[in-house]
């Protein structure tokens, strides 16, 4: 065999492997995991010691489908060592003999298989046996010719409390096994046993960052106190820990330096390089978002080569993939790992229709391969199905997304999701009133207590959300309504998701932007657009200075929705602009300026391509389904209907997202009978007669508070030679 690449002592690397429990004694059995991250912890002190952390062995263990708990010989585990780029490895075992705890570790020469030395601890069980650990990596440093004058004990790097470590352990295996609600509430009680425990604050703050997003006020916090007590930890936890609060933070320029150190270290390490990736598709405003994508999506495919059971990884890629295959995508994927922005934020084509049309089929293969690798190798993750689902729906293969449903509800028959999930499936393929029907009997029926086995699969969620789409789409707002609030009852009493830094679990502004959204889109009723509006103003208001810009735009899309609904009541506007201290978005300054008359202004501001803005970037998402049904119906206001229809030209149902809340299904209606009025005024008019039939039927049934459109849609088919 191959040996270490010259000028590389071999001594210098090592991989631990569980610990065998030789007794099978199940007080004890929690040693056979947590030795790998005792003696790892204590042995990684050293800059010039390279230790595989617990992690990155996971990720060894995972790829080869075996778990902590396998038996590993040594052929195999000098395989695993080649693999993780280390030349020495660590097999070892532990029996209790009454009140006696003995440590074994041998240590093998990876190259030739030759065992090099034996390190022995023994002592008494019932105490704290990380001392142990302390004195068998002690004998591993001698052996490993590092410098042993100093050194820092476990519990003093760690915790003072055995109780807080075991904790601390759990929570890491749940982390491992993507079991997030048990993992967060394993770190919890390590914290609430020892408010000093580093790692757990920075195990916190990772899971509730894969929980709920980087936009966490108790991932802030958590990130906050691990960096305070992370002084005796080793120089690559403290690494990790400063990339992570740099990442939530937003400051993804540190946080990829930071990832990056790590990686320079160790080119193998997963959860690194899913770092990476995650500061590249954050950092993505505007015209810049391309060139963050396609660096993400290297990242995040170079994590899943080295662990391919990394949900997370598959999660991001498969949202990047989703986006660039619909219809019109704003990105594309015009090589397998590379991404181009399709238009301008004015709507100015950068790529011609053949381009586009390829970069649409070659996303939409290569989502439906990464869907199928997801389920193959986690086929009992509800997220995997689910994103096979999505990949289906984007296809337009809607009896293969159903079967996927049916198969994965042979497993979990009861899962409440399933119905959700289902509904979104019917709902795609045009089978709206099946879907509502669906939809209204889950609800009715669904309590938030079913969804208590489901609290580390933030999918949940989103699949519940995603029912106020069918219901916004035909004009059933309370339907809508009910949907959103019972997502949102999921989401504080299971999940636990805040939306913001300026947010806790129980905060309302979820909701009340998802309400905004939802009556903003559609266009009323205006009690219950003020009734949002004004929550978020008195919110705004009582709030510290640095919180009030956020808090008052969690109305924004009400205070919008006023003024461009049948109230055109800009006074909200007004009182955004004080509260947020940011200028309105440039279309909604442009219908301002068209009801003071000032046609000049609005051609400028609709006509400059300026950077985007905050309301165009990831920071604030909900408002970005506005822009092209605004810029369109100011360009309507100025005469120009041939602007109009090209910027509404493939606002259609295929382009628009089943999965979550999209409120551009409630503006749908809207959208086409502006394009029936713009078809109209151009004299077209069997297109404009084919526009306000789409109302009707759309609006079969609709609210009384969205009335008035339907009477122009009538009013409209009348006029171009069709009776209602």
């Not at 604030?620 to 605004?630: D, E, G, I, Q």
Request: no cysteine; proline share 4%; net charge neutral.
């Amino acid at each position: 065999a191959p040996g270490p690449p010259a000028g590389v002592d071999p001594r210098r690397s090592m991989l631990v492997l569980p610990f065998d429990n030789l007794r099978d004694d199940r007080s004890v059995e929690w040693l056979r995991d947590g030795s790998v991250s005792m003696l790892g912890l204590n042995l990684s002190q050293w800059n010039d010691l390279s230790v595989v952390d617990h992690e990155r062995l996971h990720d060894l263990l995972a790829s080869r489908g075996l778990m902590p708990g396998s038996d590993i010989g040594l052929d195999l585990a000098r395989r695993l060592a080649r693999e993780a780029g280390v030349w020495t490895v660590v097999l070892g075992d532990y029996a209790r003999a009454g009140d006696s705890l003995h440590l074994v570790a041998r240590v093998y020469d990876v190259a030739s298989g030759r065992r090099v030395d034996v390190a022995r601890a023994d002592g008494p069980a019932k105490e704290d046996v990380r001392r142990l650990f302390d004195d068998l990596a002690a004998r591993l440093l001698d052996l490993s010719g590092a410098p042993n004058e100093i050194r820092i004990g476990l519990a003093r790097a760690t915790t003072q409390s055995l109780e807080a470590f075991r904790s601390y352990l759990g929570g890491v295996e749940a982390l491992n096994r993507w079991d997030l609600g048990a993992a967060e509430r394993d770190f919890d009680r390590a914290i609430a046993l020892d408010s000093t425990f580093g790692l757990a604050y920075y195990k916190l703050a990772l899971t509730r960052g894969w929980l709920v997003g980087a936009t966490d006020s108790l991932a802030d916090r958590a990130i906050a106190r691990a960096t305070t007590n992370s002084a005796n930890l080793p120089a690559h936890e403290r690494t990790v820990i400063g990339a992570y609060r740099a990442f939530l933070a937003r400051d993804f320029t540190e946080a990829r330096a930071l990832y990056q150190q790590l990686l320079a270290r160790d080119a193998g390490d997963a959860d690194a390089w899913y770092g990476l990736g995650e500061a590249w598709f954050h950092d993505t405003a505007g015209l810049s978002s391309a060139r963050g994508w396609s660096r993400a999506l290297r990242a995040f495919r170079r994590t899943l080569r080295l662990d391919p059971t990394y949900a997370l990884a598959y999660d991001h890629v498969h949202s990047m993939l989703s986006l660039a295959a619909i219809p019109a995508p704003m990105l594309a994927l015009v090589s397998a790992d590379s991404f181009t922005i399709t238009r301008t934020p004015a709507g100015r084509m950068l790529l011609d229709s053949a381009a586009l049309a390829t970069a649409t089929r070659r996303a939409r293969g290569e989502l439906l391969a990464t869907a199928r690798t997801w389920v193959t190798t986690q086929p009992a993750a509800v997220r995997a199905h689910g994103a096979m689902v999505d990949a289906y729906l984007v296809a337009g293969q809607y009896d293969a997304a159903l079967a996927e449903i049916r198969r994965f509800r042979e497993m979990t028959p009861t899962h409440p999701e399933l119905p959700f999930v289902e509904a979104r499936v019917r709902f795609a393929a045009g089978e709206v009133d099946r879907a509502a029907t669906q939809l209204r009997r889950a609800l009715d029926t669904a309590t938030v207590t079913s969804f208590r086995a489901y609290d580390g699969a933030p999918s949940v969620v989103t699949d519940i959300a995603a029912a106020a789409n069918v219901f916004a789409y035909q004009g059933d707002l309370a339907g809508a309504a009910q949907a959103i609030d019972f997502a949102d009852r999921v989401r504080r009493e299971i999940i636990r998701t805040p939306t913001s830094l300026a947010d806790g679990p129980m905060s309302d502004a979820w909701k009340r932007m998802a309400l905004g959204e939802l009556y903003a889109s559609v266009g009323g009723p205006v009690a219950a657009l003020r009734q949002v509006w004004q929550g978020a103003a008195e919110a705004a208001r009582s709030a510290p200075a640095n919180e009030r810009p956020h808090l008052a735009h969690t109305g924004a899309t009400a205070a919008i929705g006023l003024f461009t609904g049948p109230a055109a009541d800009s006074t909200a506007l007004t009182e955004l602009h004080a509260l947020s201290g940011e200028p309105l978005p440039r279309e909604v300054r442009a219908l301002l300026a068209l009801g003071r008359h000032d046609s000049a202004a609005a051609r400028r501001l609709l006509t400059t391509e300026a950077a985007p803005s905050a309301w165009s970037n990831g920071a604030k998402p909900m408002y970005v389904v506005y822009s092209r049904p605004l810029t369109a119906q100011a360009y309507y206001l100025l005469g120009d209907y041939q602007a109009t229809l090209r910027i509404l030209r493939d606002f259609e149902p295929a382009g628009l997202q089943t999965r979550g809340f999209d409120s551009r299904w409630g503006i749908l209606g809207r959208v086409r009978l502006l394009r029936g009025a713009a078809y109209e005024r151009l004299g077209r008019r069997a297109e404009a007669r084919t526009e306000y039939r789409r109302v009707l039927a759309q609006w079969r049934s609709v609210d009384p508070a969205l009335g008035e459109y339907v009477r122009q849609a009538e009013q409209g088919l009348a006029r171009v030679g069709e009776s209602a």
